[in-house]
């Protein structure tokens, strides 16, 4: 079944299904989209509570599903979406895991912990990263400024400003020459180079030469890319954005404002006025 859909009246936020039929009532100041069956909804705190960092009163959070019914209570700090069947919570400043019944994986202990994918999720510790699987077990940790999402079965890793990819035991798959580089999606990342972004493939090796201002991962066999006319980037002059194919090539000779990723067989683009 199709996540249900967020909508804001007067304000508030809920969800309606595909035919623009309210499921589930606007009640709440805050509500993320759908992921996995859930949402997270948010309230202020009933006790008036500050957020140390900001002097305003406390958002919490809670989860709910998609009949509106509460898996969890609404305490937690911060939420974030469901994914591979769990979602990553704080309490406080530290961070765990819970799972569709709103149990803890894992209770909040860590610096900071990013979404699961292929199984895998990238938690924080001090100056070290550690990868967990979904039972909870430490597959490998490392002291890392940066451990990347498993995509694809390889993970992207920055150590004193040197990136390389890691397996999913944590062994290194190859070292790389760049600035920064992204997670893996059809066998294509991004790579930072000199300024510019390209690609490599699953081996490291440059499949389309660093030549975008600002690019992304590709699916359905394209990605959106800001083209650099003349190589060089110009402020005074308008972005310039299109598609490529896995050559590298322009996808189609049309050029927009603003260029999104394609699902579906459509793409969201700013057109040009």
């Known amino acids: 079944m199709p ?30 989209d759908f992921s996995e069956g859930f949402a997270f909804v948010g309230h202020y705190d009933p006790d008036g509570r500050k957020n140390r960092d900001t002097g305003g009163i406390q958002q919490l959070w809670g989860y709910i ?35 569709a019944r709103g149990e803890y994986l894992l209770e909040p202990q860590f610096d900071g912990g990013f979404e699961f994918s292929e199984g895998l999720a990238t938690v924080v510790l001090g100056n070290k ?24 079965g390889l993970l992207f890793c920055e150590i004193k400003r040197k990136w390389s990819y890691l397996d999913r035991a944590g062994n290194a ?52 890319v800001e083209f650099l006319p003349g190589g060089k980037r110009d402020w005074d002059k308008p972005q310039v954005w299109g598609y490529v194919n896995k050559k590298g090539e322009k996808a189609f000779p049309t050029v927009f404002k603003m260029a999104y990723g394609f699902s579906e067989g459509l793409a969201a683009v700013n057109v040009k006025s």
């Not at 996540?3 to 805050?30: A, C, E, N, S």
């Not at 990263?129 to 498993?150: K, M, N, P, Q, Y």
């Not at 090796?205 to 991962?217: H, K, R, V, W």
Request: a positive charge; charged letters at 20%; aromatic letters at 10%.
């Open 129 to 152: 990263r550690r990868a967990i699987d979904t039972t909870g077990r430490t597959v490998f940790e490392i002291a890392a400024s940066h451990l990347g999402a498993c995509q694809e």
């Open 173 to 224: 798959a190859f070292h790389l020459t760049c600035s920064a580089s992204g997670g893996y999606c059809e066998g294509l990342a991004s790579v930072l180079i000199k300024g510019k972004i390209g690609y490599i493939d699953k081996k490291g090796t440059i499949a389309i030469p660093p030549q975008f201002g600002q690019a992304g991962d590709f699916s359905e066999g394209l990605a959106w």
């Open 3 to 32: 996540d249900l859909l967020l909508i804001r009246v007067k304000q508030k936020h809920g969800f309606m299904d595909g035919k623009g039929k309210v499921v589930i009532p606007p009640t709440y100041p805050w509500a993320s």
């Open 65 to 99: 599903d998609s009949k509106g019914r509460p898996i969890t209570r609404v305490h937690f700090h911060v939420a974030r979406p469901f994914s591979g069947g769990f979602a990553a919570v704080y309490v406080g400043k530290k961070c765990g895991y819970i799972n």
